[in-house]
């Protein structure tokens, strides 16, 4: 009877427990990272069977063989895996979004196109002061455009850096935390509440770390985990199985700035490294992960940032060459439109004012290509240049090389700024020239002579090789006999007999050829072009500029170019950010059907746990009928 006892105690306590994990995982239902637990249950031991032992033939009740999880390894792994791919291509596509608007905003293209018409519009009327007002306005807001645009990429730049500096912190925090949680699994007993809880904590980490960078993961004894950065067999571990986790960090790919706090934004390429503060190593970038994408969203917009720089560059120069070859309604030559560079201001990361600096550049003013240093102490404020050639001090205004630097006030003694040259879109402005300074004429004009009897025609263009302006009056040519030509100066001497066959002609700052049929005795003249000439020679060769084919086509269909390849880049993102939602929502079901609790079956469950435990309550009290029974007969 006792064992009878014994039996049924048996079963009340394994199905109590039983029914305390379920009740668990039924509170536990809408908890993170919790992972349904079930209770092992094996037949108690029924004796020894060694020749001193009672040989029974019947059972000694059940005992519990400890409370377990529910996970698929294999499948929480998948769910990994593609809750990072999901992760990495929607972060990309946030920030490429981020960036197309950037473009789109800025309207670059159009203005270059706006500028070109101006162009076009100035050629019918050389003379209109609206038509130049207007021509010079759309330079402006070329020039605006452009280093807005510039100024708004450097901004999205640096916007990701940060971001990539906040995810860095966040894998750092993450895996400290995993090292932790591994050294309390070495030292709790394996089955209990609190080895269950460990790993459910460990687990959790597990996912939040694979959302933001590629892991592989190798469970050793009591799930403590070695943690690798990527799939590879020799990838770099980050969380060992026993001791401290590893650094990583984000760094500039010229090497400057190791560590999360560098810019992922400018130099050669953000590259991930691991343990940036002692000693960098540069690791393979992973297959997924927010930390992925932040990375090449950083990339893409460094490609689209040297595109429009080297835009700018090219137009800013395209235009400057040409303005140089014509002259203006002075009579003088022709000046340069754009300035192509600025300095950028950035104060000290140890200053402890916060004093504004203004900075401004005279026009025509040539910056020190090594950029300065302005200093704050003591006696006032110190400019030098970083290659130590001049230093300039003063309380209050500084001027250096054409840049005039205004601190203002809220500096504290020992305060610094670095004052950099940047050029490319950022750079680019327009001069402040007048209406007057446009040089919409030739440098140098020919002309026929109205007794010419043939229908000859002298084309006269600046020689690249001239140097400055050519200052005499007039030059003739005149045909002397069929194919041949005498140039005289302006004082009638014979300066050179020629071949008159449509070949290019070198002369004094300029070079000319005649096409058309030209007579013996027909005559033509080379003239500096003088001030308030009506000529528009030079304005039309600008059309020469717009469509002048360079890398990637003309000026314009570079920059259209560029928006568009970053258009199909973010189009190719979205697709695959749509295909890894779903491969993640897939896996993340066929995970969660093992270590989800669904409270249908939990219900069901209690049931029948409910009947087992009254079963065996009922065995209970069959055995004290039983011993009442026997009592009353023994009296």
Do not use: C
């Not at 568009?564 to 749509?578: D, F, V």
């Amino acid at each position: 009877m006792t064992d009878l006892l014994g039996i049924g105690a048996s079963g009340i306590r394994a199905y109590q427990a039983a029914l305390d994990v379920t009740g668990d995982n039924v509170a536990n239902a809408d908890t993170i990272g919790f992972a349904r637990r079930k209770i092992g249950l094996a037949a108690g031991a029924a004796g020894s069977g060694d020749p001193l032992s009672l040989q029974r033939g019947y059972g000694a009740g059940v005992t519990t063989a400890g409370v377990t999880r529910s996970v698929d390894a294999l499948k929480t792994a998948a769910a990994r895996v593609a809750s990072g791919d999901s992760a990495r291509f929607s972060t990309r596509s946030d920030w490429l979004t981020r960036l197309q608007g950037v473009l789109s905003g800025a309207d670059a293209g159009a203005r270059i196109g706006g500028f070109f018409d101006a162009a076009t519009e100035l050629a019918a009327a050389p003379t209109s002061i609206a038509a130049r007002t207007i021509f010079l306005d759309r330079a402006d807001q070329v020039a605006n455009g452009l280093a807005g645009l510039g100024t708004s990429l450097r901004q999205l730049g640096n916007d990701i850096a940060a971001a990539t500096d906040s995810v860095s912190s966040e894998v750092n925090a993450i895996t400290a935390s995993l090292a932790r949680v591994n050294d309390e699994l070495r030292r709790t007993p394996p089955g209990g509440a609190a080895a269950n809880a460990l790993l459910d904590s460990r687990d959790t980490l597990l996912s939040d770390l694979a959302d933001r960078v590629r892991i592989s993961v190798t469970e050793g004894a009591r799930g403590t985990v070695t943690v690798r950065i990527g799939t590879d067999a020799a990838a770099a571990v980050l969380v060992p199985a026993k001791g401290e986790a590893v650094r990583i960090g984000v760094r500039d790919g010229a090497g400057a700035g190791a560590g999360a706090g560098a810019g992922a934004g400018a130099g050669a390429g953000a590259e991930l490294v691991l343990d940036p503060t002692h000693s960098a190593t540069v690791l393979r970038l992973p297959a997924s992960g927010t930390l992925t994408g932040l990375i090449e969203a950083a990339r893409q917009v460094r490609t689209v940032v040297a595109d429009v720089d080297t835009v700018a560059t090219r137009f800013a120069g395209a235009v400057n060459t040409w303005s140089a070859q014509g002259t203006d309604a002075r009579g003088d030559p022709g000046t340069a439109l754009f300035t192509t560079q600025s300095l950028d201001v950035t104060p000290g990361k140890a200053n402890a004012g916060a004093a504004p600096v203004d900075v401004t550049m005279v026009d025509g003013a040539v910056p020190a290509p090594d950029g300065y240093t302005l200093l704050r102490e003591a006696g006032g404020w110190t400019l030098s240049r970083n290659d130590g050639s001049a230093t300039i001090t003063g309380p209050g205004t500084l001027t250096l090389d054409g840049v005039s630097v205004r601190p203002g006030d809220g500096a504290r003694d020992g305060d610094s700024y670095a004052l950099a040259v940047v050029g490319g879109a950022i750079g680019l402005a327009l001069r402040p020239i007048g209406a007057a300074r446009i040089a919409v004429a030739a440098r140098f004009i020919g002309d026929a002579a109205a007794t010419n009897k043939g229908d000859g025609r002298i084309d006269v263009t600046l020689d690249p090789l001239a140097a400055g302006f050519t200052a005499a009056a007039g030059y003739e040519l005149k045909v002397t006999a069929p194919g041949v030509g005498e140039v005289r100066d302006p004082g009638g001497a014979l300066l050179a007999t020629v071949m008159i066959d449509g070949s290019r002609i070198a002369g004094a700052g300029f070079a000319f050829n005649l096409t058309g049929n030209a007579v013996v005795g027909d005559s033509f003249r080379i003239l500096p072009t003088a001030a308030g000439s009506s000529d528009n020679g030079n304005m039309l060769a600008l059309s020469a500029v717009r469509d002048t084919a360079g890398p990637g086509g003309t000026i314009e269909d570079a920059l259209d170019a560029s928006i568009a390849a970053g258009g199909s880049t973010l189009a190719e993102t979205n697709r695959l950010a749509e295909a890894a939602l779903a491969v993640r929502a897939d896996t993340a079901s066929a995970a969660d059907a093992v270590t989800g609790i669904d409270l249908d079956r939990e219900a069901a469950e209690l049931t029948r746990l409910q009947v087992a435990y009254r079963a065996n309550a009922q065995v209970i009290a069959a055995a004290r009928d039983l011993f009442d029974t026997i009592f009353q007969l023994s009296r």
